[in-house]
């Protein structure tokens, strides 16, 4: 059965970093695509970064590109998601998800049949 547990969030003054982790069980990483996303409340919710380790593909949305990074450590079934100079702006619940299906639309909440509990994220002035 495949699961995928977020942690590492919190509350975090502006400008300030976290790490999130996406724990996977169920499934070989190399086997699938893993999405962040991040929901405010009334809002969609919106991928932020995706990573396919088999292509050894990585996309940003232009809202992080420089300033998140995405990455994976195999033996621990682990995605992590390096959050730098973070904005008020980026306070939402963030959710990893996972899809076997290869070249899908990264950044489209659709494509993915996984998802983890989600994890909120607070950034204060």
């Known amino acids: 059965e495949v699961h995928l547990v977020e942690s590492g969030g919190g509350l975090v003054q502006a400008g300030g970093s976290l790490r999130l982790s996406c724990e996977t069980s169920?499934?070989?990483?190399?086997?699938?695509?893993i999405g962040w996303f991040r929901q405010v409340p009334g809002e969609d919710r919106k991928g932020i970064s995706c990573l396919d380790i088999d292509d050894n593909t990585i996309d940003y949305a232009d809202s992080v590109k420089g300033r998140f990074t995405i990455s994976s450590d195999n033996a621990k079934k682990t995605i992590y998601l390096q959050m730098n100079e973070l904005r008020t702006e980026g306070t939402a619940v963030y959710y990893c998800?996972?899809?076997?299906?290869?070249?899908?639309?990264?950044?489209?909440?659709?494509?993915?049949?996984?998802w983890g509990q989600g994890a909120q994220v607070t950034v204060f002035s």
């Open positions: 998800a996972g899809d076997a299906v290869q070249n899908l639309t990264c950044f489209e909440e659709y494509e993915y049949d996984y």
């Open positions: 169920g499934f070989r990483l190399d086997d699938y695509v």
